[in-house]
């Protein structure tokens, strides 16, 4: 079973009839769903390149390794990209981690900084990041985590932002790594 709802508590009180229907829906259900909450993680598998000075998204829809309520959004030219968005489908506390690895700055000193955030509803809120300076010769090893409330049907993003002059891409491989981005509901 999956996408239930939160359950409700329920009590009984002392001499009450409990029918099987009551048994399923409050004790079977409520279970079942702390058994199986949504969770969604995906490897970022699309296109490697970070254009210079913006935020890029990452796509978790065709890296997809797991999402339990389906609320990664499908595809759209129009609303959805970069194939990034997750969608909410029950609110509540979730946890939302992504990382990345990025290839060297093209120059040969320091450049401006990467960074990686977590964000909700295309930018409207900013809930975590990270920022660090571009090192030629080494790659950028970003990581940012934060728990966050989403009512149902936020939208919530792992973006990337290359500060760099000129772009660079994400590595994705399996020896150094894929990018990746989970999403798991806490509590209410």
């Not at 996408?3 to 829906?25: C, I, K, M, S, Y």
């Not at 890029?56 to 970069?82: C, E, F, H, R, V």
């Not at 690895?101 to 909700?120: E, H, K, L, W, Y």
């Not at 990018?179 to 806490?186: C, D, E, H, K, Y």
Request: overall charge negative; hydrophobic content about 35%; glycine content about 8%.
């Amino acid at each position: 079973m999956v996408n239930l709802p939160v359950p409700a508590q329920r009590t009984w009180t002392v001499g009450e009839t409990v029918h099987d229907f009551e048994l399923n829906a409050q004790v079977r259900d409520a279970i079942t769903f702390g058994l199986s909450p949504p969770v969604m993680i995906a490897n970022h598998q699309g296109g490697n390149t970070l254009p210079s000075g913006h935020w890029t998204p990452l796509d978790i829809l065709s890296g997809k390794l797991l999402d339990t309520y389906g609320g990664i959004a499908p595809y759209d030219a129009t609303n959805n990209p970069y194939r990034s968005k997750y969608i909410a489908p029950i609110a509540g506390i979730y946890r939302i981690t992504g990382q990345v690895q990025i290839a060297p700055t093209n120059s040969n000193f320091a450049g401006p900084f990467r960074s990686i955030r977590v964000q909700v509803n295309s930018n409207e809120t900013v809930c975590a990041k990270l920022q660090v300076p571009a090192l030629p010769s080494f790659n950028t090893c970003l990581n940012t985590s934060t728990d966050v409330y989403l009512d149902y049907g936020d939208i919530a993003e792992v973006a990337v932002f290359n500060g760099d002059n000129t772009a660079t891409s994400l590595i994705n491989d399996d020896i150094n790594g894929y990018g990746r981005v989970s999403m798991i509901w806490r509590h209410r």
